[in-house]
Nanobody
Framework: QVQLVESGGGFVEPGGSLRLSCAGSGFPFSERIMRWHRQVPGKARVMVASITFGGDPTIHLDSVKDRFTISRDNYKNMVFLQMNNLKPEDTARYYC?????????WGQGTQVTVSS
């Protein structure tokens, strides 16, 4: 049974940092490109970052470049999103995911709220 469980979200003031974690199980984690997305109510889910099997990262969202970093630990079956210098516009629910055989697997998400 495939499971993705995100954690690490919370409430933070502008300029603060959070590190999101996503634990995967039930699939060959080290063989999957992993992704982080975020979604604001009423808007489409957008991809924030992705990372290859071997750990090569890509930030897909220009507004978070130089502030967010994606990484993974294939031994622990985990992917991370380090978010620094957070801004109110980063407020969203963050999800990890992967694709396989035309299916997309999602976690339940973790809420990040940036506010003073």
């Amino acid at each position: 049974q495939v499971q993705l469980v995100e954690s690490g979200g919370g409430f933070v003031e502008p300029g603060g940092s959070l590190r999101l974690s996503c634990a995967g199980s039930g699939f060959p984690f080290s063989e999957r490109i992993m992704r982080w997305h975020r979604q604001v109510p009423g808007k489409a889910r957008v991809m924030v970052a992705s990372i290859t099997f071997g750990g090569d990262p890509t930030i897909h969202l220009d507004s978070v470049k130089d502030r967010f970093t994606i990484s993974r630990d294939n031994y622990k079956n985990m992917v991370f999103l380090q978010m620094n210098n957070l801004k109110p516009e980063d407020t969203a629910r963050y999800y990890c995911s992967f694709h396989h055989n035309r299916n997309v697997y999602w976690g339940q998400g973790t809420q990040v709220t940036v506010s003073s």
